[in-house]
Structures are given as structure tokens and as C-alpha cells.
């Protein structure tokens, strides 16, 4: 008869040599360990409609949380860019905007800046989450049925900045502030 222990240490060893066949199984494993940072995204033809760095952004609309239609292209025409950022009303979405906040955008008050919120589903519910979260002073724009999201393939925090031409110049995750600062001191 086996024991109760006997059949717990089995199991953990088949757990155990299970997760060992399947990460020796991923190629290149050690890669994914120190990624170099280099964008490995394919090159796009300049004057392309897209969502790449580089690509012209597709115009699309939203409603802010005041319930008015903002277009990106009606954005670009009075600032120097536009500046999404994607955002879930999370602790990392926050300590992204705070910093963003307090440390980006004060140094580029001619960009246009605004939180997209793809999670609440209503201007209502956006509107209770950015006051409810200390953000009533900044633009947030209510991505209802995540269009917006879609169509940029973003994640939680991924970060847009389309030039006032509508050039893409950055589509990637925030991480901290700089690479943002580099890109928006870019912009003509």
C-alpha cells in the first residue's frame, strides 16, 4: 500500500519533471532572459497607413469623459503631437501617469496628452474612475468597445506618440519617462 506521502512526492516530481520538458523545450530560452532592447519590429515603407513607428496613424474619434467627440486628426491640427498612453486605472497605469504627469508632460505643454481608458465601457464609469483616481485634470478619452485598443494592438500602458503630420514616431510599453521625453523632443 502507498503511503499518502509517497503519492504527494510523486506528484510533485511529475509536476517538477514536467516543467523541465517544457522549458527545455523553449528554444532560445536564455535569449528571453536579456533581451538586447533594439527594436526587431519589421521596417515599414514611409507614407504606409498604420500603426508601426514611422507609418501614417489612421484617424479614428472617441469621446472624452465630458461626453465630446475628440478626433485625432482635429487634436493634431493644435498641437505639436499627441501622446496616448493606454490605461487601466491599475497601480502600474498610475505610477506610469503620475510620473508621467509630474515629469513628462510639464516639459511639453504644445502636446496633447491623454490617458485612453479601454477597460470601463461607458463615459459615465470612465468619468467616475478618473476622478475617483485623483486624474480629473488631465484628458481621458473612453475607448467604449475598444477600437482604439484594437486598432493600435495595444496592452496595458502602451504608449502612442503621432506627430502633427500623423506620423507614428513611437508605439511601445512605458517603462520610465525617457524614451517618451527623447521622442516627444523630436517632434517638429
Not at 486605472?89 to 515629469?103: E, F, L, V
Amino acid at each position: 500500500m502507498f503511503s499518502v506521502k509517497l503519492i504527494w512526492r510523486f506528484i510533485l516530481m511529475a509536476v517538477l519533471l514536467t516543467s523541465l520538458l517544457t522549458v527545455a523545450g523553449c528554444e532560445g530560452l536564455t535569449d528571453d532572459l536579456t533581451p538586447s532592447g533594439d527594436d526587431e519590429r519589421p521596417a515599414v515603407d514611409a507614407g504606409t497607413i498604420g500603426i508601426q513607428v514611422g507609418q501614417q496613424s489612421p484617424d479614428f474619434s472617441m469621446l472624452d469623459t465630458l461626453g465630446n467627440s475628440r478626433g485625432l486628426y482635429d487634436e493634431l491640427s493644435r498641437a505639436r503631437g499627441v501622446v496616448l498612453y493606454f490605461n487601466m486605472w491599475c497601480p502600474i497605469c498610475d505610477a506610469h501617469a503620475s510620473h508621467m504627469r509630474a515629469q513628462v508632460m510639464p516639459d511639453f505643454p504644445d502636446v496633447s496628452f491623454f490617458l485612453v481608458d479601454y477597460v470601463t465601457g461607458s463615459v459615465a464609469n470612465s468619468r467616475a474612475a478618473q476622478l475617483s483616481n485623483g486624474y480629473a485634470g488631465m484628458e481621458v478619452l473612453v475607448d467604449a468597445d475598444q477600437f482604439v485598443f484594437n486598432l493600435y494592438e495595444a496592452s496595458m500602458g502602451t504608449t502612442i506618440v503621432i506627430d502633427s503630420a500623423g506620423i507614428v514616431m513611437m508605439n511601445e510599453d512605458y517603462k520610465d519617462g525617457v524614451k517618451l521625453a527623447e521622442v516627444l523632443s523630436t517632434l517638429p
